[in-house]
């Protein structure tokens, strides 16, 4: 995938090496626009114009410095009114657009693209829970608390009213227990399967008795606990809190977690070993994510050459980084339908195991929806490039000179380039293009890029 | 090469050499005429549908025993024997079973069930008990050995590119609604160099995706809309199943899902209206085909990843089971009752044992009804592909 001019960064055999901090003065690799791109795709999205030139001159370590720190006005502070005002009005799709609308601006790399991990994680649906207030509630607990020790998360989301209300945590009484936070939070929340026996389901459900919800609010109704003792994991405790407890100390928690994010952030093949030491050290960190983020984006492993261009966009990955990348001030509503469109809606994921992801994303039904976001932005439909026509991007003296134009359209929209043969085929594409009638060179130069296979890979 | 020349076949990801062990019998009743007008509509209730209060053994006590807010009695329910009776929102397949055109498999299921909703639904779909990143669907695999320029089978309504249909090169073909089943224009595609992994599967679904566009909106334009569907998301797509059924290179297998039926609270009322929206949809389906006669060559296939523990839980809901019926309406299915009730009270972990393996009624459906060669698609005991569940008439 990469161009045949990049230097080959390899992958360290050794798992302590893979982990270390990537330092291009240390000879791991180049700080060049390739390794740059790649960072900020993963970490916030994908880069805004002029962003890869300006972070080239500074180094890997400044820029990380950079993304790892919150602003001053940070954008929650920002955006938490509207938030709030959005909720009320209980329609997902003005929330989600609200959200959308902050991935697009987010310069924090534990932010908000680091909230969407967690939302499909911990996954709850509109549809079920029907109340803006409480998704918000999940929204801005997944965001503030993500970023720090998984502990504090995991008990805040067995408490979380959406949750408990989503899988029937509410209802889940003493005598009769209700199984389905029980196992979510073994299968997907914590451990994964084979990680625990369907026993011990039964018990954890039997611990999570009396946790429900009153007026929207979390509760702990004595009355419908199960006050007799309950062997999970083979060890006696009573009630939720010290089942979180219990979880967070299986080795298996940190496995899990770690495997999860090292997909979500480098790669769709982690080697073991390396997931066996960083989940080692994790441990010894408190398993807090903000530490373990900045681990795998800092590390040689997220810089090797295979990593990059190893994960599929899904379509907020897509539509959130063409925004960026043509710096558009698009109508939100219009973010989200196109979305949804693609098979993605913020706040409504499939079921409690979230997005599958990956190849799933891509499908002939997906890709014409891909294709037409594609079309809408380069002709500036759907209100997309409202203030900002694509034109304003690109050097007017380039407009009709299919080399330069798909030179600077390259530039800004895929940084890391063509391999230098398919270049050139598309170059002659564009040059003979028929199209050229109907609409610009650059709005068919812009759309053929954004249609690449290559463009939908981070 | 422009995409709109490219052959189909390979734009499918439909790899068109013969397997070692194909027979050449199978080839050619896979060629048959009579065997290209026949399809198969799969419908997925997704969340583990409740299969005790489908087909409801509504004459045996432990059945009320176990579920004294939830067991389904009196009138209402339909009742199609001695022992059982249909849901009372089933009442649109009164009529089906009268004509023998509903058939009920008992206690499906497989051996060591998992209650993992995405673990089971993918060892359905997958066809193997133990699953690995590179797991394919049988459906995906099967067609892969068909040869020509058939459209592939289709999934309708999904999101996501769902496992039944992968293959190692490709997703397969899925459909939201024709009206948006389009490509404004078609971009420049500079020829594909070496690709392997997603960046390969990405360039086959994009090729993909503007041929069949094409296609399949030729297939839909020469079938009118079917009459006196019910208002929902499922009567939509059989709908627009029932056009591409009728049409004679139209895809020979559809699938879609219904989704909710994870029921552990409060499950009368939602379950109820679940199964109203199946059975009214699939009736009006099975009207719309009958009008030309067209169901006799279209069987609909009704399955679950598990169906729910015998007892009730203290939420009025149930939590997840094993074994349960699937459901079959339509050409070529024998009608009735088949397979032996599953024990009320002989339970695995409060669950019903399975009597019939899920694997021999796709292998029977693939062999027998489409003539598709089932062997090495599922494992164990079942990669021979001889396996049947006594579904299809003789």
């Known amino acids: ?458 | 090469m422009s995409p709109t020349r490219r052959d189909f076949l390979r734009l499918a990801g439909a790899g068109a050499m013969l397997l070692p062990g194909v027979s050449m019998a199978g080839m050619r009743a896979a060629l048959s005429p009579q065997d290209s007008k026949r399809r198969l509509v799969m419908i997925f209730l997704d969340g583990g549908n409740d299969g005790l209060n489908t087909l409801v053994p509504s004459s045996n006590d432990a059945y009320y025993q176990a579920r004294p807010e939830l067991g389904l009695k009196g009138k209402s329910l339909i009742k199609l024997n001695d022992d059982f009776s249909l849901h009372p929102s089933l009442s649109a397949w009164q009529e089906l079973y009268q004509e023998g055109a509903l058939s009920m498999l008992q206690a499906v299921g497989y051996d060591r069930p998992d209650y993992s909703h995405f673990v089971s639904r993918d060892i359905w779909h997958s066809g193997k008990r133990n699953m690995t990143e590179s797991s394919t669907g049988w459906l995906g695999s099967a067609a892969s050995r068909r040869s020509s320029a058939l459209l592939p089978p289709v999934a309708l309504g999904v999101a996501e590119a769902p496992l039944l249909l992968k293959t190692a090169t490709g997703t397969g073909l899925t459909v939201g609604d024709m009206e948006s089943f389009y490509v404004d224009r078609l971009p420049q595609m500079p020829e594909e160099m070496n690709q392997s992994g997603a960046l390969a599967l990405i360039h086959q679904a994009s090729s993909l995706a503007y041929e069949a566009s094409n296609r399949l909106r030729a297939v839909a334009a020469k079938v009118p809309e079917g009459k006196h569907y019910p208002d929902s998301a499922l009567a939509d797509r059989l709908k627009l199943m029932a056009r591409f059924a009728r049409a004679d290179d139209g895809p020979q297998v559809m699938w879609t899902r219904l989704g909710g039926f994870d029921t552990h609270a409060l499950q009368l009322g939602a379950h109820a209206s679940l199964l109203q929206q199946l059975g009214e949809a699939t009736a009006a389906f099975r009207n719309d085909l009958a009008v030309d006669g067209s169901y006799q060559n279209t069987m609909v296939l009704i399955y679950s990843e598990f169906g729910r523990r015998v007892a009730e839980n203290g939420s009025a809901g149930t939590d997840h089971g094993a074994a349960g019926p699937m459901f079959v309406i339509g050409g070529g299915a024998r009608g009735g009752l088949i397979g032996k009730a599953p024990s009320l009270t002989d339970l695995d972990q409060g669950n019903l044992k399975a009597g019939i393996d899920f694997r021999a009624v796709f292998s029977e459906c693939l062999r027998d009804w489409l003539g598709w060669p089932p062997h090495d698609l599922f494992d164990g005991k079942f990669a021979d592909g001889q396996a049947s569940a006594g579904l299809l008439k003789a």
């Open chain 1, 1 to 458: 995938m990469s161009s045949p001019r990049e230097p080959f960064v390899a992958l360290p055999q050794d798992p302590a090496a893979a982990l270390e901090a990537y330092d291009p003065q240390l000879g791991h690799g180049p700080w060049d626009a390739h390794h740059v791109a790649h960072l900020l795709r993963r970490a916030v999205g994908g880069a805004r114009p002029g962003q890869v030139e300006e972070m080239r001159r500074s180094t890997a370590h400044g820029v990380m410095e950079r993304l790892f720190t919150p602003s001053d006005i940070s954008l929650e502070s920002i955006w938490g009114a509207s938030g709030v005002a959005l909720a009320a009005t209980n329609e997902r799709p003005r929330l989600a657009s609200w959200w959308l609308m902050k991935l697009a601006q987010d310069e924090y790399a534990l932010g908000n693209r680091l909230a969407v991990f967690w939302h499909d994680h911990f996954s709850t649906t509109w549809s079920k829970i029907a109340d803006g207030q409480q998704m918000l509630t999940q929204h801005s607990a997944q965001l503030v608390l993500g970023a720090g020790p998984f502990r504090k998360l995991l008990h805040a989301m067995v408490e979380d009213p959406a949750m408990l209300r989503f899988l029937d945590g509410d209802s889940n009484r003493r005598g009769l227990p209700n199984e389905n936070l029980a196992r979510e939070l073994f299968e997907l929340f914590a451990l994964g399967p084979g990680n625990y026996t369907e026993a011990d389901i039964r018990e954890a459900a039997r611990a999570l008795t009396g946790n429900t919800v009153r007026q929207g609010s979390f509760v702990f109704e004595k009355m419908f606990h199960d006050p007799e003792p309950k062997k999970v994991f083979g060890k006696t405790i009573q009630n939720g809190k010290q089942l979180v407890d219990l979880i967070i100390e299986q080795p298996a928690c940190a496995d899990f977690l770690v495997n999860k994010l090292w997909r979500y952030y480098v790669s769709p093949d982690p080697p073991k070993d390396v997931l066996q030491l960083l989940a080692e050290r994790w441990r010894e960190h408190d398993l807090d994510t903000g530490w373990l983020v900045r681990t795998l984006l800092s590390s040689r492993a997220f810089h090797a050459t295979p990593s990059m261009f190893s994960l599929i966009k899904s379509p907020i990955d897509y539509v959130v980084g063409v925004i960026r990348a043509v710096s558009g001030r698009p109508d939100p509503r219009e973010m989200d339908a196109a979305c949804a469109r693609m098979g993605q809606e913020l706040f409504e994921p499939p079921g409690v195991q979230g997005w599958q992801g990956g190849s799933a994303w891509i499908h002939t039904a997906s890709w014409l929806e891909r294709t037409k976001f594609a079309f809408a932005v380069a002709a500036g439909r759907r209100g997309f490039m409202r203030d900002a026509p694509l034109g304003k991007l690109f050097p007017e003296r380039h407009r009709l000179q299919a080399k330069a134009l798909l030179d600077d359209v390259l530039r800004v929209m895929l940084p890391t380039g063509l391999g230098e043969e398919r270049r050139a085929t598309l170059q002659n594409q564009l040059e003979s293009s028929p199209n050229r009638v109907t609409t610009t060179l650059l709005q068919e130069t812009a759309y053929s890029v954004m249609c690449l296979p290559e463009y939908h890979l981070s």
